[in-house]
């Protein structure tokens, strides 16, 4: 798939740390409740940690006990795209973002209304921006 913020390998390796490449660009992820955003509850902005491009509000995150910043549903429907994944022996769908498709996490339908839906990202995936 194509999308509208292109690099190369080189210049994702460049551009970000060897923990943020791991997971946004090789699909890696970190451990729960050992993370920046899973207990953060400041009013913001949560953004692409790649390419910058919004992604989450803050009034959308909510606590899923899970250790991962976790949201019911992203800022547009055109920020993040869905790919299906099959690692692990499992079947999920990948969130990507639909500007760079850096991996940022999965989503479950086992969140709060009113979607049903639990984003749930990775923190290396994510800047954040206080209102």
């Not at 194509?2 to 943020?20: G, H, I, K, N, T």
């Not at 549903?73 to 790919?83: G, H, K, T």
Request: glycine share 10%; net charge negative.
């Amino acid at each position: 798939m194509e999308y509208p913020f292109e690099r190369s390998d080189a210049e994702w390796r460049a551009a970000l740390d060897p923990e943020q490449y791991r997971v946004l660009r090789q699909k890696g992820t970190e451990p729960p409740f050992d993370n920046e955003y899973w207990d953060l509850h400041e009013d913001g902005v949560f953004e692409c940690g790649a390419c910058g491009e919004e992604l989450f509000r803050s009034e959308a995150k909510f606590d899923s006990g899970t250790g991962w910043p976790s949201f019911f549903q992203p800022i547009s429907e055109d920020a993040v795209a869905l790919e299906g994944d099959t690692t692990h022996g499992m079947v999920r769908d990948e969130v990507v973002c639909a500007n760079c498709g850096s991996h940022l996490g999965h989503v479950f339908e086992d969140g709060p209304e009113p979607t049903g839906l639990r984003y749930c990202m990775n923190s290396l995936s994510l800047s954040f921006h206080q209102d």
